[in-house]
Structures are given as C-alpha cells and as structure tokens.
C-alpha cells in the first residue's frame, strides 16, 4: 500500500461491478465459492467512486449456454456452439427469477447504469461489452466512451468468466483496465482462474487489491 501509488477515483473512471447476482452467491443455482465475500469490499469500494455500472447476466429460458438445452450434456462441460467453443452451465439468472435478482446487500444506490447481458438465446456473454460470438456488441463501450471515462475497474463475479472477459475487452476498447482481484471470486473449474489470468495479462489489464484505490 505505500509502495505502490493510491489511485484516486474521478470524473474519467468507472467502476464495472459484475453480477452479483442471487445465482452466483451462496445457494444459488451457480454458486461461485466464496462468492458472498466480494460484497463488504465491492460496497466499500463503490463508495470511492462517483460512477459505478452494474452488469447483471440475464438468459432466457432455454438458453444455449445452459446444459439442460443440450441433451445428454452435463453442466461444466465444454461443448462446440456455432461461434466456438462454450462451456454449459446449470440453468442460471433466468430473466426475471429470484435468482436473477441483483443482491440486496450491494449498497450502491448511486449507480448509474444497469447492463444485461446474455439475453440472446443462442449466444452466451460473460463480458459486459461484448457476446461470446465476439461480434455482438451490448453498447456499453459506446455508453462508458460516450460519458468519457478513460479507467474501467472491474471487480464481482465470476474472475474466471464474466470479471475477466470484461475487463480484456475494456482494455480492448482502449481504456485502461484494472481487474481488483480481492473484490472478485473464481469458480475455477478445469484450470479456467489460471487460464483466464493469462488472457487478462496479455491483454494488458492491471491486477490490483482493493486497497490501491483510495477510499472516500
Ligand atoms: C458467469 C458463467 C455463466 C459469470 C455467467 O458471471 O461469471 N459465469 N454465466
Ligand atoms: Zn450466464
């Protein structure tokens, strides 16, 4: 903490919270281990920033990403769809189900903006920008450019999937993308914490602890 500079949250940076999401926490229908711990940190974090938006994954019944719509498929196995590679999970954040819900305990009313992704039936999206057939955009990189900001923060759930895919393509985008690491969780299936930690490296976003950014 006094090696490295404190970074001061302003007018140019945006905090990217990532579905935290009833599904993703403890009980749910995807529970991410640990996941009720990015809470405390998120909402002390979310405190520091004037601009906080909020992603909030959102499939339709019978979506392709889920292993049920695949007969004979078993969640967390990986499968071909008709952009490439996917992995199929349980049913998860069915629009509008409980556990679709945005959890209560996030203490954030001053965010400014709500994403939903994922909503095409065929096309999974664990980055807020971009769906997974890399193509479809969700217009958030127009929405953050648009009000200016130029820093992307990400922390939430999941690091390996919906954390790290926003903030590759954040830093794709050409803002300067940070992914705090303490104020996120990994399902870390198959090896995919490490993988994902890769490709958010070679994609020049910054790993960085909560305690970097100075609090309000
Ligand atoms: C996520 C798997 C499927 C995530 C979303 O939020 O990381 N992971 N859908
Ligand atoms: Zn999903």
Same mark, same amino acid.
């Given at each position: 903490m006094t090696e490295q500079q404190q970074i001061r949250p302003g007018d140019a940076d945006v905090l990217?919270?990532?579905?935290?999401?009833?599904? =993703?926490?403890? !009980?749910?229908?995807?529970?991410?281990p640990d996941g009720d711990a990015v809470v405390a940190p998120i909402n002390r974090l979310a405190k520091a920033f004037r601009h906080v938006v909020l992603t909030q994954d959102w499939h339709p019944k019978g979506h392709a990403s889920?292993?049920?719509?695949?007969?004979?498929?078993?969640? =967390?196995?990986?499968?071909?769809?008709?952009?490439?590679p996917q992995v199929l999970w349980p049913d998860h954040c069915i629009q509008g189900t409980p556990g679709a819900d945005l959890s209560r305990a996030l203490d954030i009313p001053h965010a400014q903006l709500v994403i939903r992704k994922g909503y095409n039936a065929d096309i999974d999206s664990y980055s807020g920008f971009k769906e997974a057939d890399r193509k479809t955009s969700t217009g958030l990189e127009g929405y953050?450019?648009?009000? !200016?900001?130029?820093?992307? =923060?990400?922390?939430?759930?999941?690091?390996? =999937?919906?954390v790290a895919w926003?903030?590759?393509?954040?830093?794709?985008?050409?803002?300067e993308s940070y992914l705090i690491e303490d104020a996120s969780r990994a399902i870390d299936a198959g090896g995919s914490l490490a993988r994902a930690r890769r490709d958010w490296n070679a994609a020049g976003v910054r790993t960085i602890g909560s305690d970097r950014i100075r609090q309000a």
């Open positions: 990217v919270v990532v579905d935290v999401q009833y599904d =993703f926490l403890p !009980g749910g229908a995807l529970a991410v889920f292993a049920s719509s695949h007969p004979g498929r078993k969640p =967390f196995e990986a499968t071909e769809l008709a952009y490439g953050l450019k648009e009000r !200016g900001f130029r820093r992307v =923060f990400c922390a939430g759930l999941a690091t390996d =999937f919906c926003t903030a590759i393509d954040a830093a794709g985008a050409g803002f």
